[in-house]
């Protein structure tokens, strides 16, 4: 390959990882919008007050955007954008957020457990039964 072409290869490869870049910070709520977050929230609906609390506390924090939450072997995983000195204090509001939704069913929001039926899942009673 030449030269020229290489370097119009890396240009292409540059400017699309830009575009993701830009995309992603496009995507990402700063300002505690809920609106906007919620279309982020792929957990369940008793996950969504837990996530609410974290989105108006992330936006307290400048610079730092909310982009998503999944769960994960049945705990929650949250995503985000943030290049700045406060990341204790962002690790410390996503674990709060963790330690919640561990205890909160993934359904109803209730009292639940973490358990392993199949796969990891937090679930209160009802929804344990229910599943
Ligand atoms: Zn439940």
């Known amino acids: 390959m030449g030269k020229v072409s ?3 290869k890396r240009a292409k490869m540059q400017a699309s990882n830009e575009r993701v870049v830009e995309a992603r910070r496009k995507a990402a709520v700063y300002d505690g919008d809920l609106t906007r977050a919620r279309e982020g ?3 369940g609906a008793g996950w969504h007050a837990i996530l609410d ?3 108006k506390e992330f936006a307290e924090i400048e610079n730092l955007g909310f982009l998503a ?3 994960k072997s049945g705990g929650l995983r ?3 954008l ?3 000195d406060r ?3 962002i690790d410390a509001i996503e ?3 963790a330690a919640r939704a561990l205890v909160a069913c993934w359904y109803c929001g209730q009292l639940g457990k973490l358990r392993q039926e199949r796969w990891w899942r937090v679930r209160c009673e009802e929804h344990w039964s229910a599943e």
């Open 95 to 97: 674990k709060r957020a």
């Open 78 to 80: 949250v995503s985000y």
């Open 82 to 84: 943030y290049d700045g």
């Open 69 to 71: 939450a999944h769960e």
């Open 53 to 55: 609390d974290l989105v």
């Open 6 to 8: 290489q370097e119009a």
């Open 41 to 43: 929230y792929h957990v």
């Open 87 to 89: 990341q204790t204090d």
